[in-house]
């Protein structure tokens, strides 16, 4: 069972990702509606996956998945954002770490993609 992380300060975000999730067969095990909440229950709940908002409040998307990278270099987060337009931001995240890039709002066919991509197998 492939364990799921919703990090989103936006609850219809987090919903559609966890259906869409769901349906490929993975299981949710927490939500957080920042950033910092999201880094806290990575490291209580250890996933096997992150989806992570960039814009939040409280902490930002990429510190959270800075913080996230130092706790743990082996960690899978798919940045998930409206900002992956622009180059800069999609550089900064990946030298960060993010393994995949998903532009809001995602869909299931696009969430497959970006798991695929991890190597996560569905």
């Keep these: 069972m492939i364990s799921v992380l919703i990090v989103d300060d936006s609850a219809y975000m987090r ?9 490929l067969g993975l299981t949710v ?16 709940l250890k996933p096997d996956v992150v989806f992570m908002d960039i814009m939040m409040e409280e902490l ?9 990278m ?3 270099s082996n960690a899978v987060v798919i940045m998930v954002s409206s900002v992956l337009g622009q180059s800069f931001i999609i550089e900064e995240m990946e030298s960060l770490g993010a393994k995949a890039l998903l532009k809001k709002p995602p869909d299931e066919q696009g969430i497959k993609d970006a798991l695929i991509k991890c190597g996560i197998n569905i």
């Design 15 to 23: 919903t559609l990702i966890r259906i869409s999730v769901t349906k």
């Design 29 to 44: 095990t927490g939500e957080a509606e920042n950033g910092k909440s999201g880094v806290d229950m990575y490291k209580k």
């Design 60 to 68: 930002y998307g990429n510190e959270a998945l800075k913080q996230i």
């Design 70 to 72: 130092e706790y743990d």
